[in-house]
């Protein structure tokens, strides 16, 4: 075994920076169970996680998804002192765009509609990753980044299968704010847009390094897909 193939694999985790529904002054932020089940499945995995948001520091945790939406592996996370030491301190993405990973996740969120989905810099990045052979994930509303990602004009979901909070489920919680529906993105920027049988049931769609993930309850298996997408392009 080369040394190289035997070093630490390196997975980018990005988060929102954005911590309110629009102009509403609600709060919002990324989705906890976003964040802390797919960590867990990197640490676990020995991958090397580098967290980054938009503007560095510690991002905003949606309260939403605390209370009735905090599963056990968040209470975990959130009790976890090392991991809420790496949340507190990310690294502004703009410092880490030059690096390359072996995969990247995108936490979603509702907040993440209002900067991460139409961020420059994560953009040029998700282009260099894909034509570098290079797997990206995107969860939950995180999955509008990449519709509106473009090669040549066109979404880099053009054609293929994708997923994301659907319609469905946008209308079941009912957060009253104008903006734009990730299913309703996808479908326009001419993807096969897929979703599970029953609403926040979870469902995961790999279309070649393309992976994407409908609601908080697909995290852990978009992250177990990440996984295995990596170790495939590393092999």
């Known amino acids: ?4 193939s035997s070093s630490p694999r390196h997975v980018l985790m990005v988060i929102t920076s954005n911590g309110f529904l629009g102009k509403s002054g609600r709060p919002s932020g990324y989705w906890g169970e ?3 089940a797919p960590y867990r499945v990197f640490e676990k995995a020995g991958l090397e996680i580098v967290l980054a948001s938009p503007a560095g520091g510690e991002p905003p945790l949606d309260p939403m998804s605390l209370g009735q939406y905090e599963t056990d592996v968040v209470k975990t996370f959130r009790a976890d002192p090392i991991a809420r030491a790496r949340v507190a301190k990310t690294a502004r993405l703009a410092d880490v765009a030059e690096r390359s990973f072996d995969g990247i996740f995108v936490v979603g969120g509702f907040g993440v509609m209002w900067d991460v989905v139409g961020d420059p810099t994560l953009q040029r990045l998700v282009v260099r990753h894909l034509g570098a052979g290079r797997p990206v994930a995107a969860v939950c509303h ?3 980044l990449l ?3 473009k090669v040549n004009e066109a979404s880099v979901l053009a054609g293929r299968a994708a997923t994301g909070f659907s319609d469905a489920e946008e209308e079941a919680v009912s957060l009253g704010v104008e903006r734009p529906y990730v299913e309703s993105l996808l479908r326009a920027a001419g993807a096969r847009y897929e979703k599970s049988g029953s609403v926040f049931a979870p469902h995961v769609v790999r279309d070649g390094l393309l992976l994407t993930g409908q609601n ?3 995290s852990e298996e978009l992250a177990t897909m990440l996984v295995q997408a990596v170790g495939k392009a590393a092999s």
């Open 216 to 218: 908080p309850a697909s």
């Open 142 to 144: 995180a999955p509008a």
């Open 34 to 36: 976003e964040l802390a």
């Open 147 to 149: 519709a509106n990602t």
């Open 1 to 4: 075994m080369s040394a190289e």
